[in-house]
């Protein structure tokens, strides 16, 4: 089945810190992949997505590219402040037209001033 | 943000008693889904809908069940809650063709004593 695995959290970082949130996923077909956020209190939100092999998303600094060889989508942020502090998921969909998505379990990232 | 309202926001109830949660969506959005979300367990899918009276399991069904009457609402019923059933639960949204691209709520906080 579909399965997304991502880094154990929780992560702490000091401001302006880079940051990598790594992500890897199983899945038949071509998925497209999502990295989703949540701010404490609060719902998901997309924070961006990539929906074939090479695409790279972006928003609000951070990146991710969709590598089908080593099947990863990897979150990166050069200079992390204290207001991304909070819970990031990395999701995918297996083939387009199926809506469900699989998420990964979480990581909560902590930025200290 | 996309116009979707979940009610109750919280609610304490004790084993036995029967719950009803309300989604409520603004954007006429075909889909419709349950999560819920529990530490170390990420967002699981609980039901969806796929249109007026359309609807299906999702992964942790048991226990569950769900009515779409209009497009605008999706409710999910516990018919006897359970301490297991302590958690935060997600509605979502999402329109086909979008690449899957969920929209989701504020959340609701369920404990069952």
């Known amino acids: 089945g579909n399965s997304v695995t991502q880094m154990e959290g929780p992560v702490t970082l000091s401001e302006e810190a880079f940051l990598t949130i790594n992500c890897t996923y199983t899945?038949?077909?071509?998925?497209?992949l999502f990295w989703y956020v949540q701010y404490p209190g609060e719902g998901l939100q997309l924070l961006l997505k990539?929906?074939?092999?090479?695409d790279k998303g972006s928003n609000k600094g951070f990146e991710a590219t969709y590598r089908k060889e080593t099947t990863s989508f990897h979150l990166e942020k050069g200079s992390v402040q204290v207001s991304d502090s909070a819970v990031y998921f990395c999701?995918?969909?297996?083939?387009?037209?199926?809506?469900?998505?699989?998420f990964g379990t979480g990581t909560r990232l902590t930025i200290i001033p | 943000d996309a116009g979707i309202t979940q009610s109750p926001r919280h609610k304490v109830t004790e084993t036995g008693t029967p719950v009803t949660l309300r989604c409520h969506q603004t954007?006429?959005?075909?889909?419709m889904y349950w999560y819920r979300q529990d530490p170390g367990h990420g967002l699981r899918l609980i039901h969806y809908?796929?249109?007026?009276?359309?609807?299906d399991k999702g992964e942790v069904s048991d226990g569950y069940s769900v009515s779409r009457s209009k497009t605008e609402d999706f409710l999910l019923t516990l018919e006897s809650a359970t301490s297991s059933q302590t958690s935060v639960y997600f509605c979502?949204?999402?329109?086909?063709?979008?690449?899957?691209?969920?929209?989701f709520g504020p959340g609701t906080r369920l404990t069952v004593l």
């Open positions: 979502a949204i999402s329109d086909p063709g979008s690449y899957n691209e969920q929209f």
């Open positions: 899945a038949t077909g071509y998925p497209s």
């Open positions: 990539a929906t074939k092999a090479d």
């Open positions: 999701a995918l969909a297996a083939n387009f037209g199926n809506e469900k998505l699989t």
């Open positions: 954007e006429n959005h075909r889909y």
């Open positions: 809908s796929y249109g007026v009276k359309d609807t």
